[in-house]
Each structure stands twice: as C-alpha cells, then as structure tokens.
C-alpha cells in the first residue's frame, strides 16, 4: 500500500509540485523566446529553469517516498520535460513553414 505523506512533508510536497508546474512552463517560454529572440541570456535562463524544474523533483521524490514505479516515472518527466519543448518547436516550424506557399496560392486567386 502507498504510504501517505507525513504531515511534516505535506507543505514541501505541496510547493515542490507547484514548482515542478511553474518552472516548467518557464523552461518551456525561454526556450522558445530564445529561439525567436537569439540572445544567450534568454537560453541560459531557459536552462536554470529547467535545474530549478530538476531540484523541484528531487525535492517531491524526496519528500513523497518515492520508490519503484513513482521512481521511475520521476525520471520519464524529467526527460519529457527538456525534450517536449525542443519537439514542439521544431514541430512549429515545420508546420508553419510551407504556410507562406499556401498563402500565396490563395492570393493569387
């Protein structure tokens, strides 16, 4: 049986998930900012967010008891997490690139 989290922890585990959550979404942000914008900084932000995000699931690991199964699935995230930008972007791009073509053929008519 899963063993719930001690009272103790519940404010840890609380936070670190919401961390998990924000800095997420601010590693995904900079990362595209720094591909439209190309300014190192914004990319060297996008990656502290990013070890923000891992020390965020360390902390949740730590604090839920994590073992087993939630050990590994804490891994997959961390992993989707830096990687689901990156193929979002480029799926953006391969999208949006023939849109210029299309455009022009319904101008043309």
Same mark, same amino acid.
């Given at each position: 049986m899963i063993e719930p989290v %001690? /009272?103790?922890d519940f404010f840890i585990t609380?936070?670190?998930a919401a961390l998990i959550?924000? =800095?997420g979404a601010?590693? %995904? /942000?900079?990362f595209a900012w720094s591909k439209v914008n190309t300014n190192p900084r914004i990319k060297i =932000?996008?990656?502290f967010s990013y070890l923000v995000l891992l020390v965020a699931?360390?902390?949740l690991t730590k604090a839920a008891n994590f073992s087993g199964y939630w050990l590994t699935l804490s891994g997959v995230m961390v992993v989707g997490y830096f990687f689901a930008p990156i193929g979002i972007w480029h799926l953006c791009v391969k999208t949006h690139a023939d849109s210029d073509s299309t455009t022009n053929i319904l101008e043309d008519k």
């Open positions: %001690a /009272l103790k609380f936070f670190s959550i924000m =800095a601010s590693y %995904a /942000l900079l =932000a996008a990656y699931v360390v902390l």
